[in-house]
């Protein structure tokens, strides 16, 4: 069975990319409206570090004690859903391009993206890292990363809530939109 280091080098890989890859993308792009504040980021950013601390179990403690007796296939199951998730997530950043932003902020000649997995889904970012941590969770197994994800679905939930009032204030199709698209999973949410 893999360990838990394989997933924590695997995520850290992704966030590293992730990281450099806003990093380029905000050095090309100028800012015209920011509506997210430094304490909100600063508690999203500090949510987010906490729920993968619990998600990836790094401290060996009765609460992050793997459930016993569920078979290889299950663990590896979550595996291949969290690499999959972070394909589909990186995938849904590349079709964003510059109009990506770690925070809801309007930038110049930015367009509302339609295509790709935003075709059907407006969120498919979240949708891949959601399923990611899903992913990680089912390998895990833990009290911990089950809280690790609860903890991330929420976080993100509420930042979905953000952008999308933002997106409808600042793009007015976005409405029809959102009327023919799902937030998260084709055909459930």
Do not use: C
Not at 74 to 87: A, E, T
Not at 95 to 113: E, F, R
Not at 142 to 155: K, R, T, V
């Amino acid at each position: 069975m893999l360990t838990t280091y394989v997933l924590q080098i695997a995520w850290g890989i992704f966030w590293l990319g992730w990281a450099i890859w806003g990093y380029i993308t905000r050095r090309r792009v100028h800012v015209q409206q920011q509506t997210d504040t430094s304490w909100y980021r600063r508690i999203h950013v500090t949510l987010v570090v906490v729920s993968f601390i619990l998600l990836l179990n790094p401290i060996p403690m009765n609460f992050t004690k793997p459930f016993s007796g569920l078979p290889l296939w299950f663990h590896l199951l979550g595996v291949g859903l969290m690499l999959m998730g972070m394909i589909f997530g990186a995938w849904a950043r590349q079709v964003l391009a510059d109009n990506w932003s770690g925070t809801i902020q309007q930038v110049d000649k930015q367009t509302l993206v339609t295509n790709g997995p935003y075709r059907y889904i407006r969120n498919p970012m979240y949708t891949g890292i959601l399923s990611a941590a899903l992913g990680t969770a089912l390998y895990q197994l833990s009290w911990s990363s089950l809280a690790g994800l609860l903890i991330l679905y929420a976080i993100y939930a509420v930042k979905i809530s953000r952008e999308e009032q933002f997106l409808r204030q600042v793009f007015p199709v976005y409405v029809a939109y959102s009327q023919h698209t799902w937030s998260l999973l084709p055909f459930i949410y």
